[in-house]
């Protein structure tokens, strides 16, 4: 079994602490990606599982031994770099055969592991070119054919998307996607900062912030569910709609006031002691709807109206405090007039609400 | 021939052994301190170790002849400056003080100071113009490949090539230097340019300027390539003409690299020996201080103190460069 | 970019400065190859610049002696060509006193005051002819003026390379300046990549250090180095002054450039490549020699040029630590020799520079690209 296992995992670089005790097991044959603003510590982390970073506290056991101290090349690990970091003065067929040769495979099985990841990865008529004589596309197979030679026991990903164009994008991802599956003995850990592909790709996800992590969990459960205001901002794009908020009634349910006066009932019990308490109150775009009538959660002028085709986001202003306007996604185009009110609604169900610390309190 | 083999021989070997150094060290600290089969903690402990040890392995030749040749020879001048001629009896500050008073060092320093600002400033100014006009035309990387080339010729062999340049003949007979026979093409009388005080010391900088101006060139050329289009065709749409866009616009843009140019040629200027040397060889109140230290290493069987006195007043003269280059460095690798 | 000053009409005056400023750079070194190429003393009696047009000179004939006259229609009649059996020219006037040595134009006939005649034919044919038989065994003497074509020669070359020493210097410059270049390589290269990409406490410093380095004079360690160098040839009952000597100081001044622009190229390079090559397996020492090396071959050609070319040219190394036997004399310091003993005798001096500047010439010529980007990347060096 080659799960990975972080306990308390710690980096610093001098005085200063970047990676704060990190928790976390990664089972075996799994799909994990760690998503997370730009420096949340989410790359650093994945390079200390890797071992190019030391590892300043805590333990780190893969498959049950620990690798704290261990070189990177003992750990069973293959990785995938960003820019791919191909050797430029080595052909493809050299490329993926230079870690094998370092640990002075014999050359028949070489030859037959090099060729037989080119045949997966449709390589086999690149096998003499040198990399820049390839495609990025091209490039970014020859990397993760690289990593496939070396049999890893744990694949690692460093935001192996990034340097490709859209459409390129879409179909690498998918590919990795079917790797994944042919390959259910391999640990996969992948570190992006597009939840895209962290919604896709991944059995768990891991949400770093800050060099903590703020949520694990399964992709749907993160968007319906998010723990805490930072996962539900992260998760979701637009992102959530967030409104100061006072909770005026406690129970079965739960009554908050908006900043504007609404008064909203959210279904979700809470404590009496939390009465008055200042809170934050979520809905996200693709939840709201048009109301019809006085029932409504919204009322406020229409700012801009961007109608993309498959859906058309409205943006309301001045109902929050920092100006930060109120976004509405609705299926379709619909037409709306700048500078007119609009009403808007949500179900219940689809409504959040998170305490003064951010924390979300649970239905 | 026999010792252009030896020298080829030497190359392998030289080559061959530090190959062998630096692969033998490896594998042996890799023997002493193996962690490739070595199981846990152990092989933990090694690995760190290892590569505690293995960055001194890779700089210990280098370190090691740059202490000989270079380092130690810094403390050991100090060291000699207090001594006499052979470099055994002490004899406190009399080498400062004869240097103080020498006549010949007084007037190495002036034609030193005089280099100095004449030199890097004329290279400069040259180099940087012709960058800039190069750039315009079509044919300008011939041009500045043209100008370039002195570079590649050593100080000797352009002193011979300056020296038939300033030939000179008495008057009355035909010209065989450039400039005589072009003086006296204007009616002028032909001269022994590099006997006559302080414009011999002239005609000999620019011997310098010739071989400086193409470096300056070179990397002028670069910055002012780098510079933004954008900022040029903002001008150029702001209503600048061609020089308000040269010394507005771009000239304060590689303010950095001219700098550079400018202390780099003074470092050199510092150490100019050879021109002298084989053009004057000092006479004519041309001496300067490298050419003086030299004189002083052989002069009356060597005077390793007077000599080594002379090398820390270039030293001390090349210090504040060297602190301003380290600053420099620093900041760029933070 | 001066797409917009392209119209200008100040494009003229551009095209014009530069390649008056051309002119200027390039014409020393015109001279002193046209010159080298002249005859002795054409080179010591005009300027170079007019050898490449046709120069008059008055020159004297003299004929086989006059008793060898042939008997002729007209008498008896001397004749051959004054230029020799091989020889070419143009004659545009000639003479038969010292005192008016055109006195007669080509072609024409002239009266001798000994009762013959003499014609010289602009081709060089002459004719003399007398009106009895001529006696004596002395020739007669043609005085004539001709316009020589520009003439060449390789004989400077061909002297200085018998005579002044130039062939066995040229042997010494290279002897001195390929260890020179070669052995500072790949001592520079291991320590650029440890002070590049490996961690150790004191990497800061020392690259400070090596950039301090960089610009100590040279001077500096002479004296020290001349001491140290007698002391372990007296100990050891060697000499002091050896080529082993000279290839390691030229090693140890390149060494502090060459640390810095490897360096700097290798820290440019991509970590992440260095990094997959460690996940890989591969040690500090395969990394350094399957990808560092070859990956920083553009590096290592712009420093060996460099060092090349100032090893070669260099003048105060060799002498101080190669000495000044005749049979140690680098092409240098042959040269400096040259101006002080043969400082009048300009075909020497001349054919002697341009065999000095011709290989670092090709060298910069061939290899210029190697040579900016060595510049643009090391040019703290002071040179």
Same mark, same amino acid.
């Given at each position: 079994m080659t799960g990975v296992m972080l306990k308390d995992i710690r980096k610093a670089y001098g005085a200063v602490e970047v990676i704060h005790g990190i928790d976390l097991e990664i089972r075996h044959g799994e799909f994990v990606v760690f998503v997370g603003p730009s420096g949340c510590g989410k790359s650093t982390l994945l390079r200390m599982i890797a071992g190019l970073e030391d590892i300043s506290g805590g333990t780190m056991t893969i498959g049950g031994e620990v690798v704290n101290q261990v070189p990177p090349s003992k750990r069973g690990i293959a990785m995938v770099f960003q820019s791919y970091a191909l050797y430029p003065h080595m052909s493809v067929y050299e490329n993926m055969a230079f870690g094998m040769r370092i640990a002075r495979r014999p050359k028949a099985e070489i030859d037959a592991r090099v060729r037989e990841a080119g045949e997966i990865l449709q390589l086999t008529p690149f096998l003499d070119r040198l990399p820049k004589a390839l495609s990025g596309g091209q490039r970014q197979r020859v990397a993760i054919g690289r990593a496939i030679c070396r049999n890893p026991k744990v694949f690692l990903f460093d935001e192996p998307l990034s340097n490709l164009d859209a459409a390129l994008r879409v179909a690498t991802r998918i590919e990795i996607a079917k790797l994944a599956e042919t390959m259910p003995e391999t640990t996969m850990i992948y570190v992006t900062h597009d939840q895209i592909e962290a919604m896709t790709l991944a059995d768990r996800i891991v949400v770093l912030s800050g060099g903590t992590i703020e949520q694990v969990g399964a992709p749907l459960e993160l968007y319906e569910r998010p723990a805490n205001l930072f996962v539900a901002r992260f998760i979701g794009s637009p992102a959530m709609n967030i409104l100061p908020a006072t909770i005026e009634e406690t129970g079965a349910t739960t009554t908050v006031t908006l900043a504007g006066g609404k008064a909203v009932t959210l279904d979700?019990?809470?404590?009496?002691?939390?009465?008055?308490?200042?809170?934050?109150?979520?809905?996200?775009?693709?939840?709201?709807?048009?109301?019809?009538?006085?029932?409504?959660?919204?009322?406020?002028?229409?700012?801009?109206?961007?109608?993309?085709?498959?859906? #058309?986001?409205?943006?309301?202003?001045?109902? #929050?405090?920092?100006?930060?306007?109120?976004?509405?996604?609705?299926?379709?185009?619909?037409?709306?007039?700048?500078?007119?009110?609009?009403?808007? #609604?949500?179900?219940?169900?689809?409504?959040?609400?998170?305490?003064?610390?951010?924390? #979300?309190?649970?239905? | 021939m026999g010792h252009l083999v030896y020298a080829l021989v030497t190359v392998v070997i030289g080559l061959a052994g530090a190959a062998i150094y630096f692969y033998a060290s490896n594998l042996l600290l890799d023997r002493a301190l193996p962690y490739r089969d070595a199981e846990g903690a152990r092989a933990s402990r090694n690995l760190r170790r290892a590569n505690a040890i293995r960055p001194w392995l890779f700089m210990l030749p280098a370190i090691v002849i740059l202490s000989v040749y270079l380092v130690y020879p810094v403390l050991e001048s100090i060291w000699l400056s207090f001594h006499g001629k052979a470099g055994i009896d002490f004899v406190g500050l009399s080498n400062y003080h004869w240097m103080l008073v020498d006549p010949e060092f007084r007037e190495s320093i002036v034609n030193n100071l005089l280099w100095l600002l004449i030199v890097p400033a004329l290279s400069t100014f040259f180099g940087l113009v012709i960058a800039a006009l190069a750039d315009r035309i079509w044919w300008g990387n011939i041009a500045k490949s043209l100008i370039f080339m002195p570079m590649a010729i050593s100080f000797v062999g352009a002193s011979v090539i300056w020296k038939f340049i300033y030939d000179f003949r008495p008057a009355g007979s035909e010209q065989i230097g450039l400039l005589n026979a072009v003086v006296v093409f204007f009616g002028g009388n032909p001269h022994a340019w590099i006997t006559i005080p302080f414009w011999n010391s002239v005609f000999l900088m620019v011997i310098l300027v010739w071989i400086q101006t193409g470096f300056a060139m070179v990397i002028l050329s670069a910055a002012l390539r780098s510079i933004p289009d954008e900022t040029i065709e903002a001008a150029v749409i702001d209503g600048a003409n061609g020089l308000q866009i040269f010394f507005k616009i771009m000239v304060p843009q590689i303010w950095g690299t001219i700098a550079v140019v400018w202390t780099t040629i003074t470092i050199l200027v510092l150490k100019v020996f050879d021109i002298v040397l084989a053009m004057t060889n000092g006479q004519w109140d041309t001496q300067v201080l490298a050419n003086l230290m030299f004189e002083w290493m052989f002069r009356g069987g060597g005077d390793f103190g007077r000599g080594a006195v002379i090398a820390l007043v270039i030293m001390v003269l090349v210090v504040p460069i060297m602190i301003w280059n380290i600053h420099n460095a620093r900041q760029e690798l933070r | 970019m001066?797409?917009?000053?392209?119209?200008?009409?100040?494009?003229?005056?551009?095209?014009?400065?530069?390649?008056?400023?051309?002119?200027?750079?390039?014409?020393?070194?015109?001279?002193?190859?046209?010159?080298?190429?002249?005859?002795? !003393?054409?080179?010591?009696?005009?300027?170079?610049?007019?050898?490449?047009?046709?120069?008059?000179?008055?020159n004297t004939f003299t004929t086989p002696p006059a008793d060898t006259a042939s008997q002729a229609e007209d008498g008896f009649a001397l004749s051959g060509n004054v230029f020799g059996k091989d020889g070419s020219g143009s004659v545009s006037a000639f003479g038969s006193s010292f005192m008016k040595p055109r006195a007669f134009d080509a072609g024409e006939t002239a009266k001798l005051r000994s009762g013959g005649t003499l014609t010289v034919a602009q081709n060089g044919d002459y004719r003399m002819t007398f009106d009895k038989k001529p006696e004596g065994g002395r020739g007669e003497r043609i005085f004539y003026t001709s316009v020589e074509p520009p003439a060449f020669t390789l004989r400077n070359y061909q002297e200085v390379l018998r005579a002044e020493g130039i062939g066995q210097s040229f042997i010494n410059?290279?002897?001195?300046?390929?260890?020179?270049?070669?052995?500072?390589?790949?001592?520079?290269?291991?320590?650029?990549?440890?002070?590049?990409?490996?961690?150790?406490?004191?990497?800061?410093?020392?690259?400070?250090v090596v950039v301090g380095l960089l610009v100590v004079p040279l001077q500096m360690s002479l004296i020290p180095l001349l001491r140290l160098y007698n002391g372990i040839g007296g100990f050891f009952g060697v000499p002091a002054?050896?080529?082993?000597?000279?290839?390691?100081?030229?090693?140890?001044?390149?060494?502090?450039?060459?640390?810095?622009?490897?360096?700097?190229?290798?820290?440019?390079?991509?970590?992440?490549?260095?990094?997959?090559?460690?996940? !890989?397996?591969?040690? !500090?020492?395969?990394?350094?020699?399957?990808?560092?090396?070859?990956?920083?071959?553009?590096?290592?050609?712009?420093?060996?040029?460099?060092?090349?070319?100032?090893?070669?040219? !260099?003048?105060?190394?060799?002498?101080?630590?190669?000495?000044?036997?005749?049979d140690k004399l680098v092409l240098t310091a042959r040269l400096v020799n040259l101006l002080g003993s043969r400082g009048n005798n300009w075909e020497i001096l001349t054919a002697s520079a341009f065999i000095t500047i011709i290989v670092p010439l090709i060298v910069f010529f061939a290899l210029q690209r190697f040579l900016v980007r060595g510049l643009l990347a090391g040019s703290v060096k002071g040179g």
């Open positions: 979700l019990a809470s404590d009496a002691a939390r009465k008055g308490e200042a809170a934050s109150f979520g809905v996200r775009p693709e939840d709201l709807r048009p109301a019809e009538g006085e029932d409504f959660l919204f009322e406020g002028k229409v700012s801009i109206v961007e109608t993309l085709g498959e859906v #058309t986001l409205v943006y309301i202003e001045g109902l #929050t405090a920092d100006d930060e306007p109120i976004i509405v996604k609705l299926a379709g185009t619909r037409s709306y007039e700048r500078g007119k009110t609009a009403r808007f #609604t949500a179900e219940p169900k689809a409504l959040h609400l998170f305490d003064a610390d951010g924390q #979300t309190l649970r239905r | - | 001066f797409s917009s000053l392209r119209q200008s009409p100040l494009l003229f005056l551009t095209h014009l400065s530069v390649l008056v400023l051309v002119i200027v750079w390039t014409i020393p070194t015109a001279g002193l190859l046209i010159s080298s190429l002249r005859q002795p !003393d054409q080179i010591a009696t005009s300027g170079w610049w007019t050898a490449l047009s046709a120069s008059e000179q008055n410059s290279l002897t001195v300046a390929i260890p020179s270049t070669a052995i500072p390589i790949l001592i520079a290269a291991y320590a650029a990549y440890a002070l590049a990409w490996m961690r150790f406490p004191g990497r800061l410093l020392l690259v400070a002054q050896t080529y082993v000597g000279v290839w390691l100081a030229h090693t140890a001044f390149g060494l502090p450039l060459a640390i810095y622009l490897l360096r700097n190229y290798i820290a440019g390079l991509p970590r992440e490549i260095m990094e997959s090559a460690r996940v !890989d397996g591969a040690s !500090d020492f395969d990394i350094f020699r399957k990808i560092i090396l070859p990956l920083s071959f553009p590096a290592l050609a712009s420093f060996a040029i460099f060092q090349f070319l100032w090893t070669w040219n !260099d003048l105060l190394v060799a002498l101080v630590f190669l000495g000044t036997g005749n």
